[in-house]
């Protein structure tokens, strides 16, 4: 499945780096997320990108910052995190339908970026 | 906000039983969804489900939407080593936030060869 891909696969970064994760949708699809992984957590949403404008951000800190130039590709710049920041960081994609904000249509998940902080 | 509350939490079989997991929540979903995930990977979509009432099967696996809306099942039947994962329910609604995808804990389903 290549629908929804992710890079770097693996990171690991101090505490004063600064890295990008990318993710990138060969699905046509006009909505992307970031979604946070962590052990025994349910998935926590962080980002939402409709047709390239951010619609939701959820309470997620300022060391986190997302970037979608367009419909295909979403980035997440990481700056100053912190160790408890280390998860499984996974991007979706879906179709909006309408001209409504995102639906709740079915989102397709990338593999994802394992993140460690040291 | 929404919670989805996701059991077992874990299963042992052996491999050829059946397995049976359901989420349940106090609100009312429009969507129901079924994930797998292995491991170091992120969730495969196994099973969409749009109405109340609605069966659906994909190969061995069968899920159903709750006529009430606030449930939904998914059922392995003759299970092998490779039904190995996690495996997540996800609920979402059409309300204010309608982009959301609300996500159980997670089943975690071994299966001895």
């Known amino acids: 499945e290549t629908g929804v891909t992710q890079t770097p696969r693996h990171l690991v970064m101090g505490m004063t780096n600064k890295k990008s994760l990318k993710c990138e949708q060969h699905l046509g699809h006009n909505a992307m997320y970031w979604y946070k992984q962590s052990a025994k957590k349910p998935l926590e949403l962080m980002f939402v990108y409709s047709l390239e404008e951010r619609v939701e951000n959820n309470s997620v800190p300022s060391r986190f910052s997302p970037e979608c130039p367009n419909s295909s590709h979403l980035f997440l710049h990481l700056h100053t995190l912190q160790p408890e920041d280390s998860a499984l960081y996974l991007c979706?994609?879906?179709?909006?339908?309408?001209?409504?904000?995102?639906?709740?249509?079915?989102?397709?998940f990338g593999p994802g970026t394992r993140l460690t902080v040291l | 906000g929404q919670q989805l509350n996701q059991s077992p939490q874990s299963m042992f079989i052996q491999e050829g039983e059946d397995v049976s997991m359901n989420c349940t929540s106090s609100?009312?979903?429009?969507?129901w969804l079924w994930y797998k995930q292995d491991p170091g990977e992120g969730p495969v979509l196994l099973i969409a489900?749009?109405?109340?009432?609605e069966l659906t099967s994909n190969g061995r696996l069968t899920a159903q939407f709750g006529i009430t809306r606030k449930d939904s099942f998914l059922n392995i039947s003759a299970s092998i080593p490779s039904d190995v994962g996690i495996y997540f329910c996800a609920g979402g609604d059409s309300g204010g936030s309608n982009y959301k995808l609300t996500f159980g804990k997670g089943t975690l389903l071994t299966v001895n060869p």
């Open positions: 609100s009312i979903f429009n969507t």
């Open positions: 979706a994609s879906s179709q909006v339908e309408g001209d409504g904000p995102p639906g709740t249509d079915t989102q397709y």
């Open positions: 489900l749009y109405k109340a009432g």
